[in-house]
């Protein structure tokens, strides 16, 4: 799914947050994220990155920031305190006025074969779902997803696996080891705490949700919440 | 304005069991729903008082009438059966409630389904009944049946043998589909009512009543529109805590996309999100009517597996082999048989059986082999439930031997009536050794449906379980009660 989906699928009167909010969000309620940093210049980029171990992704970061891959705001691999640098260097100069407040995101590169995905979406009939699907280019393609309603158990998170049909993929694959199902549902857990938690939230898509190791890390996170006006209402 | 719970309860009690029973609107002409619902009300042996109204008092059926309900006696009926058009029907109400009458079913149309000026006077008729303290069910409903009471009051047919099942429909037709499938099967009815417009009351108040209800110990539903989706999870997945539900979506599919800002909001579907609900809630979710029914069939007549390992005992080998496919498609184990119930039955088979499971009896059956490995397998501790395969080819045979003609010499007769007795035996010890065991044991032919007259089928049916029509649907339907027994489990339940 290209990012462009995003931004002409958004419910009028609601806005995205950016990554690192999004991301922040979901994390109060214990979706595993990775240890990253949000920074102002290259110089904190490479603090960062010495702090968090290379290889590092650098990604500009900011509220209106929804084509970041479309529009180059993304570097992948950097190895070194020079090439993280230089890549915040060229990402800050990348950012436009409509960006608004800016940073740079300094996070892990993470490596995993098996990409899963997982959020919330607001049914017009039940309400707050928590989905959880295969992930990866051929996400639409398998549809290999399930959905409960808002609040979830532990049982509903670990029925919501078992569901999946593409067992294999959870499995020991490719010399990584079986995802880690009760950490899998942790995440599924925290979705459902964070929905109930934050009543202006409308969807959360936490894609992908890359399998490291065995475990389950979000490695891009987009909260769409309602305009505070709406809130209101 | 909504009845007490209490008050709800006595009023269902009222529809479904009542003491007697007022068709207002009765008609003379056959082709009236007012003849026809009173012609099913005799016709299917209702033991409670039947009085019926008439605007000229022309007798119906042979039942003397009344023109309005304000002439007849106090404290005779609890349910009133309406055919008489919209307009009067606030007058029948107040009447009827005068006379002591709790519930009424509307038959009569021209209410919510026929646009805004009928749904106004639906909306004020419940307000009228709810001030009188009446239960309105419908309008525009079929009917409803209830075989404790033996009472027919519906204008359609059939009237089902009676049963465990309890069934509630938006759609009438359904009602009557499920219902035939009961007079097909045997597999009985204890409720069914269609809810029509569901004016005051709707599916998930049924399923309530069925809950807690004894005459009942599953719950069949069929839903299109649900106006509140977190109201109806809630409710169902009440009742699911209590008896197990299966239910049947119309307009799976027909919910177009709607604009989603996330990925997982367009993957998350009108159907996908019911698929899950359903299963949060415990529901067990049909894809077919028939595949309903059976479902609903088997949990009313089969215990709930405590474990997934299958034996498939059978004297056809293919069905064997088929069914052992059909299993690895499922949650279900086809059981690798343990070597104490190899030996048991390598003492009542000929060497030559499979040794394997399938147990295949490969034509090595004198007369009590089939019962006797039967309980050897049924009651085996490693043995969660059984498939029974290959029942009635014998008394097939013997069918055709009699319909032939050398029948009944040659010594056809003996031989047909002894095959007849011995498939009949066959599936009532399968039943028997089902019910003793708390295990599931599953008879499947398709002379379920070929030849529904077979000893075998009429042996399963006269336990008052379901023959499946071939040993996949067998297979499946076991499937679904094992997920759904695992479900409970999980939950402590």
């Known amino acids: 799914m290209s990012t462009d989906d995003r931004s002409t699928g958004l419910a009028p009167g609601t806005h995205t947050l950016s990554e690192a909010e999004s991301k922040a969000l979901l994390a109060q309620h214990g979706v595993p994220m990775p240890a990253e940093q949000v920074v102002a210049d290259a110089d904190g980029a490479a603090e960062a990155a010495e702090v968090i171990g290379y290889p590092v992704v650098a990604k500009l970061c900011g509220d209106g920031i929804a084509h970041k891959t479309e529009r180059g705001l993304v570097r992948l691999g950097l190895g070194d305190a020079a090439a993280v640098r230089a890549a915040a260097t060229d990402l800050l100069a990348a950012a436009t006025p409509d960006d608004g407040d800016v940073g740079v995101l300094v996070a892990p590169m993470l490596r995993g074969n098996r990409e899963l995905i997982a959020g919330l979406a607001d049914d017009p009939q039940f309400g707050m779902t928590v989905v959880l699907g295969i992930g990866g280019i051929f996400t639409e393609a398998l549809a290999d997803v399930s959905i409960r309603l808002v609040p979830i158990e532990r049982v509903d998170a670990e029925e919501m696996i078992d569901e999946l049909r593409t067992q294999a993929l959870l499995g020991a694959f490719r010399g990584e080891p079986a995802v880690d199902r009760e950490r899998l549902a942790d995440v599924l857990l925290g979705l459902s705490r964070a929905a109930i938690a934050t009543p202006e939230l409308v969807s959360a898509d936490v894609n992908p949700l890359i399998v490291v190791d065995g475990v389950p890390i979000a490695v891009d996170a987009l909260v769409e919440v309602r305009d505070l006006a709406e809130v209101a209402r | ?493």
Not at chain 2, 184 to 203: H, Q
Request: with cysteine; aromatic share 6%.
């Open chain 2, 1 to 493: 304005m909504t009845a007490s719970s209490e008050l709800r309860t006595e009023q269902f009690r009222a529809l479904f069991d009542p003491s007697g029973v007022v068709v207002a609107g009765a008609s003379t002409h056959p082709g009236k729903f007012g003849f026809v619902a009173l012609h099913n009300i005799l016709a299917n042996g209702y033991a409670g008082r039947v009085f019926a109204t008439n605007r000229d008092a022309s007798p119906v059926l042979g039942i003397d009438t009344v023109p309005g309900l304000e002439d007849l006696p106090d404290g005779q009926a609890d349910l009133v059966f309406v055919c008489t058009p919209a307009a009067t029907n606030p007058d029948v109400l107040r009447a009827a409630a005068a006379k002591g009458i709790k519930a009424a079913f509307l038959a009569s149309a021209g209410y919510g389904e026929a646009g805004e000026e009928g749904l106004r006077a639906q909306l004020e008729l419940v307000a009228l009944a709810d001030d009188l303290g009446m239960l309105i069910v419908g309008p525009n409903g079929q009917g409803v049946v209830s075989t404790p009471s033996s009472l027919c009051a519906q204008i359609v047919a059939p009237y089902p043998p009676s049963g465990r099942i309890g069934v509630a429909s938006q759609s009438g037709n359904f009602v009557s589909s499920f219902m035939n499938y009961a007079c097909a099967s045997g597999v009985g009815i204890s409720r069914a009512v269609s809810a029509g417009n569901a004016a005051m009351v709707g599916v998930t108040d049924f399923l309530g009543f069925y809950a807690d209800d004894p005459a009942t110990d599953v719950a069949l539903a069929y839903v299109e529109g649900i106006n509140d989706g977190r109201r109806f999870f809630r409710e169902v997945s009440e009742v699911a805590e209590r008896m197990p539900v299966v239910l049947v979506k119309g307009g799976a599919t027909s919910g177009g996309q709607r604009a989603a800002a996330s990925h997982t909001g367009s993957l998350a579907t009108d159907d996908r999100v019911f698929d899950g609900m359903c299963r949060q809630a415990g529901v067990i979710r049909a894809r077919s009517i028939e595949e309903a029914y059976e479902l609903a069939a088997s949990f009313a007549t089969q215990p709930a597996p405590k474990g997934n390992k299958v034996a498939v005992v059978t004297t056809a080998g293919g069905w064997g082999v088929v069914t052992a496919d059909a299993i690895a498609g499922t949650d279900l184990d086809l059981l690798a048989l343990p070597d104490d119930l190899v030996t048991a039955l390598d003492a009542e088979l000929p060497p030559r059986w499979s040794r394997n499971n399938p147990i295949d009896l490969a034509g090595g059956e004198t007369k009590d082999t089939i019962p006797t490995v039967l309980e050897i397998v049924a009651r085996h501790p490693d043995v969660d439930a059984v498939v029974l395969l290959g029942m009635g080819i014998q008394s097939n045979q013997g069918r055709m031997e009699e319909e032939g003609p050398f029948f009944p010499d040659f010594g056809l007769e003996r031989i047909a009536a002894y095959h007849d007795r011995q498939d009949e035996r066959y599936t009532t010890v399968a039943s028997q050794l089902s019910d003793e065991l708390g295990k599931p044991v599953l008879v499947a032919t398709e002379l379920a449906v070929t030849f529904p007259g077979n000893a075998a089928v009429r042996g399963t049916a006269a336990a008052g379980k379901l023959c499946y029509p071939s040993s996949n649907r067998a297979v499946s339907a076991l499937a679904r009660m094992w997920e759904h027994a695992r479900w409970r489990q999980r939950r402590g339940l």
